[in-house]
């Protein structure tokens, strides 16, 4: 299932561009457009448009996990908020763990 490799180096990397935007946070506000920030948006996008509708609730419980984590990326940028950016990550984090569980299920 190549699908889930793609989907562990999607995590991989949400993990790393949401923990330099840390840094960058750290260090001052930045925009909306903040390259780590346009990244970390595009692969939340790409984990919402891999999910599979044929796997029914898990689907849209994963759907709405990453709906909210776009948004509250959204909201921590706009707001320079890092306790927010930083429960974005802890959910990433979650859900990569999530993944793998069920991954090693099937």
């Not at 991989?12 to 990244?39: I, N, P, W």
């Amino acid at each position: 299932r190549p699908i889930h490799g793609l989907v562990e180096i999607l995590y991989e990397e949400l993990v790393q561009a949401l923990d330099v935007l840390d840094a960058r946070l750290r260090r001052g506000s930045v925009s909306l457009h903040e390259a780590s920030a346009t990244r970390a948006r595009s692969i939340l996008a790409a984990l919402l448009t891999s999910l599979d509708p044929a796997q029914g609730q898990a689907t849209e419980l994963f759907a709405q996990v990453y709906r909210g984590m776009i948004a509250s990326l959204h909201r921590a940028v706009l707001e320079d908020d890092m306790m927010r950016l930083r429960e974005v990550r802890e959910s990433a984090v979650e859900m990569q763990r999530t993944w793998r569980l069920l991954k090693l299920a099937h």
